[in-house]
């Protein structure tokens, strides 16, 4: 094992990994490729197997370059599991990226990196132009990405494409999922993946039969079903018209939604649980309670806030674009049925002053969600009143305080410090974006909201996201909305292992 | 089967209790926005 560890250098295994997982993206573009084979669209078809042939290369070159890891059964390190979901999701983004430019649509390479990201992290902000005519293989392709992101490239390959399991839960976790359901990480991946199909075919047909009943032809009925599950289930944001929600303009459809999103933004434990038989959870998991208590606060501020200014006449009316955009904002989905322009016109600073917020703090943790997620902010909460009554009880009285996550867990303070640091780093990831947002002109309120809602993966826009905006702010956007889907520690590993790379490189040189 | 059951049944509890949840915010939207 020792001489293994000497031949393989730790690029061989990312590379070897990684390799795979661009042949698995090539797997995937085989669907885009019968889609548009049957609607007959020549030119998205050409776009995709070209696409398909790229990255088919980048995978056997990716392959051969770490053969090593192959032929000496070099094993994966926590190191690598990270680095190589942080390196993926980065190589994935450049690859995935090729049927848009190709398409026509994007105004630059970097525009369809932007819109790439934005649909792997299921952020759903669009710098795509004229989206209204998007060919079907290309819209399938968006939505198939936010799917697949919200469950995470690494489970996705953890079920369908490799055999390896050995140091699998290293990239599992490396990937910001760190829940077991069953012993087996590759039994946990095939049971996310499950919940998600077996929802992804009710959600579709209740979408369908709704979308045919508000008069939509049957085919385009199951297609906009498709799109709209994908996109609300994995708490993306994309729509395949540029009206967003708005286009079907209706009730009982962003009724539909709505249930969706939420509870895709619930933990796959959670779901699995309750599965289970374990129904309590659904009010017992310090989660569901974080994610109730915080939705219905900021529902009833902005009800109560915008009821005074009588902008929405009547209840439906303000049930539709109030409950309807903060419960979008909070599990972070970022389907909006209001324009961009009347946050800031319409809502004021109060209301954008509560989405930041609710978009901050996010969905469950291990879900499709972004945000510092409800996990943290329940432990965080917890802890603090656990100091409190530390400081009112007598010192002689020693008491273990817990918080409940499907099981009972120990509060401790290595917890509550992890929590803590993943709240501050998200803070400051928002900072950052703020101010350069105010640097390039624009208002306080809407960079700060624009921030949060590409830190947090949400995707609910006030109009800055946009082909002509400033290439840094297209850059940090889409820094920000990776970081934010991968919590960080991946990406830390990246940079740190690319330093120490260069510092090695650099040395060698200089020796 | 007994698995299937319990998956349906966990399915519907999800479901059920997510709506109840929309349905309560209608209500609330309802009093507040009269």
């Given at each position: 094992?020792?001489?293994?560890?000497?031949?393989?250098r730790s690029?061989?295994i990312i590379?070897?990994?990684?390799?795979?997982?661009?042949?698995?993206?090539?797997?995937?573009?085989?669907?885009?490729?019968?889609?548009?084979?049957i609607?007959?669209?020549?030119s998205?078809?050409?776009?995709?197997?070209?696409?398909?042939?790229v990255?088919?290369?980048?995978?056997?070159?990716?392959i051969?370059?770490?053969k090593?890891?192959?032929?000496?059964?070099?094993?994966?390190?926590?190191?690598?599991?990270?680095?190589?979901?942080?390196?993926?999701?980065?190589?994935?983004?450049?690859?995935?990226?090729?049927?848009?430019?190709?398409s026509g649509?994007?105004?630059?390479?970097?525009?369809?990196?932007?819109?790439?990201?934005?649909?792997?992290?299921?952020?759903?902000?669009?710098l795509t132009?004229?989206?209204?005519h998007?060919?079907?293989?290309l819209?399938?392709?968006?939505?198939?990405?936010?799917?697949?992101?919200?469950?995470?490239?690494?489970?996705?390959?953890?079920?369908?494409i490799?055999?390896q399991?050995?140091g699998?839960?290293?990239?599992?976790?490396?990937?910001?999922k760190?829940?077991?359901?069953?012993?087996?990480?590759?039994?946990?991946?095939k049971?996310?993946?499950?919940i998600?199909?077996i929802?992804?075919?009710a959600?579709t047909?209740?979408?369908?039969?709704?979308?045919?009943?508000?008069g939509?032809?049957?085919?385009?009925?199951?297609?906009n079903?498709?799109?709209?599950f994908?996109?609300a289930?994995?708490?993306g944001?994309f729509?395949?018209m540029?009206?967003?929600?708005m286009y079907?303009?209706?009730l009982?459809?962003?009724t539909?939604?709505?249930?969706?999103?939420i509870?895709?933004?619930?933990?796959?434990?959670?779901?699995?649980?309750i599965?289970?038989?374990?129904?309590k959870?659904?009010v017992?998991?310090i989660?569901?309670?974080?994610?109730f208590?915080?939705s219905?606060?900021?529902c009833?501020?902005v009800?109560?806030?915008l009821?005074?200014?009588?902008?929405?006449?009547d209840?439906v009316s303000g049930?539709?674009r109030?409950?309807f955009?903060?419960?979008?904002?909070?599990?972070?989905?970022?389907?909006?049925?209001?324009y961009?322009?009347?946050?800031?016109?319409?809502?004021?600073?109060?209301?954008?002053f509560?989405?930041?917020?609710?978009m901050?703090?996010?969905?469950?943790?291990?879900?499709?969600?972004?945000?510092?997620?409800?996990?943290r902010?329940?432990?965080?909460?917890?802890g603090?009143i656990?100091?409190i009554k530390?400081?009112?009880?007598?010192?002689?009285?020693?008491?273990v305080?817990?918080?409940h996550?499907?099981?009972?867990?120990?509060?401790?303070?290595g917890?509550?410090?992890?929590?803590?640091?993943i709240?501050?780093?998200?803070?400051v990831?928002?900072?950052?974006?703020?101010?350069?947002?105010?640097?390039?002109?624009?208002?306080?309120a809407?960079?700060a909201?624009?921030s949060?809602s590409?830190?947090g993966?949400?995707?609910l826009?006030i109009g800055?996201?946009?082909?002509?905006?400033?290439?840094a702010?297209?850059?940090?956007?889409?820094?920000?909305?990776?970081?934010?889907?991968?919590?960080?520690?991946?990406?830390?590993?990246?940079?740190?292992?690319t330093?120490?790379?260069?510092k090695r490189?650099?040395?060698?040189?200089?020796? | 089967m007994?698995?299937?059951v319990n998956e349906?049944?966990?399915?519907?509890?999800?479901?059920?209790?997510?709506?109840l949840?929309i349905?309560?915010?209608?209500?609330?939207?309802m009093?507040?926005?009269?």
């Amino acid at each position: 094992m020792t001489d293994s560890f000497n031949k393989v250098r730790s690029i061989d295994i990312i590379s070897y990994y990684t390799g795979y997982m661009c042949f698995g993206i090539a797997i995937l573009m085989l669907i885009p490729i019968v889609v548009s084979l049957i609607f007959a669209e020549w030119s998205a078809l050409l776009d995709f197997i070209i696409s398909m042939e790229v990255t088919v290369i980048a995978g056997l070159l990716l392959i051969f370059l770490g053969k090593r890891t192959h032929e000496n059964k070099a094993v994966i390190q926590w190191k690598h599991g990270f680095t190589i979901a942080a390196f993926v999701w980065l190589l994935m983004m450049v690859l995935c990226a090729i049927p848009y430019a190709l398409s026509g649509h994007s105004k630059s390479y970097l525009d369809a990196c932007f819109d790439v990201m934005s649909g792997l992290t299921t952020t759903g902000i669009v710098l795509t132009q004229d989206l209204d005519h998007l060919s079907i293989g290309l819209n399938i392709w968006r939505h198939m990405l936010t799917f697949i992101g919200g469950q995470g490239i690494v489970v996705l390959a953890l079920v369908f494409i490799t055999k390896q399991t050995s140091g699998s839960y290293k990239l599992y976790v490396g990937e910001a999922k760190d829940i077991e359901l069953v012993p087996s990480v590759k039994g946990t991946a095939k049971i996310i993946w499950k919940i998600s199909m077996i929802y992804l075919a009710a959600g579709t047909v209740i979408l369908w039969f709704v979308g045919s009943a508000i008069g939509l032809k049957p085919v385009s009925a199951l297609l906009n079903a498709f799109y709209m599950f994908t996109s609300a289930w994995s708490t993306g944001g994309f729509a395949p018209m540029t009206q967003n929600i708005m286009y079907y303009h209706s009730l009982a459809y962003e009724t539909v939604i709505m249930v969706i999103f939420i509870l895709g933004s619930f933990n796959f434990g959670l779901h699995y649980a309750i599965w289970q038989g374990k129904r309590k959870e659904l009010v017992k998991n310090i989660e569901t309670q974080s994610f109730f208590i915080t939705s219905f606060l900021a529902c009833m501020l902005v009800l109560f806030g915008l009821s005074r200014t009588n902008l929405y006449p009547d209840a439906v009316s303000g049930f539709r674009r109030i409950v309807f955009n903060v419960l979008s904002a909070h599990t972070t989905t970022g389907l909006q049925n209001v324009y961009a322009r009347q946050f800031i016109l319409e809502w004021g600073d109060f209301g954008i002053f509560i989405m930041i917020v609710v978009m901050l703090i996010g969905g469950s943790a291990c879900s499709t969600a972004g945000g510092f997620k409800g996990l943290r902010v329940g432990i965080v909460f917890k802890g603090i009143i656990m100091d409190i009554k530390k400081i009112l009880t007598s010192e002689r009285n020693v008491k273990v305080y817990k918080y409940h996550h499907i099981k009972d867990h120990p509060l401790d303070d290595g917890v509550i410090k992890a929590s803590s640091v993943i709240i501050i780093c998200y803070i400051v990831l928002f900072g950052i974006g703020t101010l350069l947002g105010v640097y390039y002109g624009y208002p306080l309120a809407s960079a700060a909201f624009e921030s949060a809602s590409v830190t947090g993966n949400v995707g609910l826009t006030i109009g800055i996201s946009t082909p002509d905006m400033p290439v840094a702010m297209k850059l940090y956007y889409i820094i920000a909305m990776y970081m934010g889907r991968l919590e960080f520690i991946s990406v830390f590993a990246l940079i740190g292992y690319t330093i120490g790379g260069i510092k090695r490189l650099c040395s060698r040189h200089l020796a | 089967m007994k698995q299937v059951v319990n998956e349906f049944t966990g399915l519907m509890v999800e479901l059920v209790g997510t709506s109840l949840y929309i349905v309560l915010l209608f209500f609330i939207a309802m009093l507040l926005m009269r």
